[in-house]
């Protein structure tokens, strides 16, 4: 198994254990994979493994990135 999807999945059981002792859905909470410095390939695995969410926070950075990516994930602009 990649170090990736590992990491997504250990990621999703603390929210469903956070959101559950909080007595919330884990629905109700986005997942946003901060890809700062990290390559093109690698976004692209964690969108297999479930990524909907991207956040960039270099808009030249999220501009190269979406050129290739496009609209398979939800994009945000942070920083």
Not at 6 to 21: C, D, P, Q, V, Y
Request: no cysteine.
């Amino acid at each position: 198994m990649s170090a990736i999807r590992e990491n997504l999945e250990s990621i999703k059981f603390n929210i469903k254990e956070s959101a559950n002792n909080a007595k919330r859905s884990s629905e109700d909470i986005t997942l946003i994979a901060v890809t700062k410095t990290v390559d093109v390939d690698k976004i692209l695995e964690a969108i297999e493994y479930g990524v909907t969410d991207v956040g960039e926070n270099k808009p030249q950075e999220l501009a190269r990135k979406y050129d290739i990516i496009g609209d398979k994930v939800k994009w945000h602009l942070i920083g």
